[in-house]
């Protein structure tokens, strides 16, 4: 008896899909709130997905794990998509976060350590940020386009006659080739240019949400230099020589072909005092640098920004001069030398041949938003960050135009523990490092900080006590959601609200409910977007039972 061959639409038309654990691999970690009804949603969420785990590996042993490829990660979000039709997508993120010895990976800290010498693994995944949108609209589908830089090569023939010549050859691009040239990749402008020319030939099958530079070691030690976007695990032996590149990542939103071209401006933090045989050269604040981009705003036409990054390049300081590498994409850590870095606003853009112009934007502001300190080396982690941010973004009512995730090098003495102003930082050699990750959003309008007692109160930790206690985070920062005896109550069953109109001055206080503070502070949002609501006075006061 023949048997009918299984078809490809068979198995696709009879088989169940994917169940969400099984497309997901139970890596994920979401500020999505699940069961509220639309108009309860946040006006900023976001969810990271990460790569399943194939093989463990032997972290003890130097063996890194192996994990899906970041491809995956697309058909993941894809899925997610459509199971929660009320959510759409801002921006796509590459992140990074750190694998434990026990293989496990770090999702909801946002803080972590770069050990000197010992076995750091890291796994890329994928962050989407997330807006509220009509459920009954279609939901988006993505898609992403991975551009590495072209190789190219210095001839080095006429170098090797020299007297000095046997330098040469300790060079870590000629111990990577060994031959008579050396190899490294094209600048960001050229890798720019040629995006565009591939776009032209073959155009994107839908329009581009937003592009992103992004980072990936290449080699180690003599190993072969080998790009591979696709691979989502990079593992580092504490110093040996290392090498880096930058991609770009171009994420879209599956469709008809916009036939969009990128385009890209960096705002390089200006020089205010160079460097000499003693110090070190100074640059200009990260206020300084949105200043400047404002200025180019007004002047720009007929393009729509699909990115604000804020992407760290490399500079040198050598016998008093200085070089900012803002257009290389080769990058040679040599394991021995201190490393000097300079965070840059790096804006991409698109223009499309379109009768209508997109509107124009004139001008942008940010806020950073960073998860509070609650002891040496230990800070909220993301959770307690978003739900701070969307408390502040329902209180101002301002809309969100952009979001990006920054990482800063961890610096102990300052109160805060970065030093969110300065643009330049130095990674020293031989030393561990901590690096804190944090939230900066984009607006189109100016925005006045509302009163504290507006907001969930957050107490950071003074690093003048030099302790820090078990229960720091329940009491300092006070987001415990779920009361206990003998514990303090949440900060929303703390909230009194008391209507301090003209004729009511002497009105007693009188505890609300959860739900009555809620449509208070909306209703207040609501009158006013700009000023804080007068009618409407929050008292948040920290008691215990």
């Known amino acids: 008896m023949s048997q009918t061959p299984v078809t490809p639409q068979y198995v696709e038309e009879t088989m169940p899909p994917p169940s969400y654990e099984e497309v997901m691999g139970h890596q994920a970690l979401s500020s999505v709130k699940a069961n509220v009804p639309q108009e309860q949603l946040p006006p900023l969420a976001y969810i990271d997905i990460m790569p399943r785990c194939l093989n463990p590996g032997n972290m003890k042993n130097k063996v890194p794990p192996e994990y899906d490829r970041f491809s995956t990660l697309i058909g993941a979000a894809n899925y997610w998509l459509r199971a929660n039709p009320s959510y759409g997508v801002w921006k796509c993120e590459t992140v990074e976060r750190k694998v434990e010895t026990n293989g496990g990976i770090v999702m909801d800290k946002m803080i972590f350590h770069e050990s000197t010498y010992g076995f750091n693994v ?9 807006h509220v949108k009509d459920p009954s609209t279609l939901s988006q589908q993505l898609g992403v386009l991975n551009k590495v830089p072209h ?127 003693a110090t070190h050269a100074q640059f200009q604040t990260f206020d300084d640098v949105m200043m400047r981009f404002c200025k180019w705003l007004p002047h720009q036409t007929g393009i729509k920004m699909v990115n604000i990054q804020t992407y760290d390049i490399r500079y040198t300081e050598t016998m ?63 959770s307690q960050t978003m739900f701070r941010i969307e408390a502040w973004l329902k209180v101002t009512g301002i809309p969100v135009y952009n979001v990006e995730t920054v990482r800063f090098l961890y610096r102990e003495p300052l109160k805060l523990g970065v030093d969110d102003k300065r643009t330049n930082y130095t990674s020293f050699s031989g030393i561990g490092k901590y690096y804190v990750t944090a939230i900066r959003v984009y607006f189109l309008y100016p925005f006045q900080e509302p009163h504290p007692s507006y907001l969930p109160p957050a107490l950071p930790w003074d690093p003048s006590q030099k302790t820090s206690s078990t229960c720091a985070l329940s009491d300092r920062v006070a987001l415990v959601m779920t009361p206990e005896p003998r514990l303090p109550r949440p900060w929303h069953q703390q909230v009194h609200v008391s209507h301090r109109l003209s004729r009511h001055h002497g009105q007693r206080r009188r505890p609300v409910t959860y739900k009555q503070a809620a449509a208070a502070t909306d209703g207040a949002t609501k009158a006013n977007r700009n000023t804080f609501p007068r009618q409407v006075c929050l008292d948040v006061e920290s008691r215990s039972r």
């Open 122 to 130: 890291l796994v890329r995944g994928l962050r989407l940020w997330l």
């Open 320 to 382: 008093g001069h200085l070089e900012i590498l803002s257009d290389q994409t080769d990058d040679i850590d040599d394991g021995m030398s201190d490393r000097l870095f300079l965070k840059t606003l790096r804006v991409f853009y698109v223009t499309k041949p379109s009768v209508k112009p997109p509107p124009q934007v004139s001008f942008v502001t940010s806020k950073l938003f960073l998860p509070i300190r609650t002891g040496e080396r230990s800070f909220e982690s993301m």
């Open 151 to 277: 190789t190219t090569d210095i001839d080095l023939t006429p170098q090797l006659s020299h007297p000095f010549a046997v330098f040469l050859f300790r060079h870590p691009l000629f111990i990577q080739t060994y031959g008579y040239s050396m190899t490294t990749y094209e600048g960001l402008e050229k890798t720019l240019e040629s995006l565009n020319e591939d776009l032209k030939r073959n155009p994107l099958q839908g329009s581009i949400l937003n592009v992103e530079s992004a980072t990936l070691k290449v080699s180690e030690g003599r190993e072969k230099a080998v790009i591979d976007p696709d691979n989502t695990v990079c593992h580092e032996n504490g110093g040996k020589m290392k090498r880096y590149t930058q991609i770009m990542r171009v994420f879209y939103v599956i469709g008809e072909p916009a036939n969009e071209t990128i385009g890209m401006k960096d705002f390089v933090p200006s020089i205010t005092r160079p460097p000499d045989l």
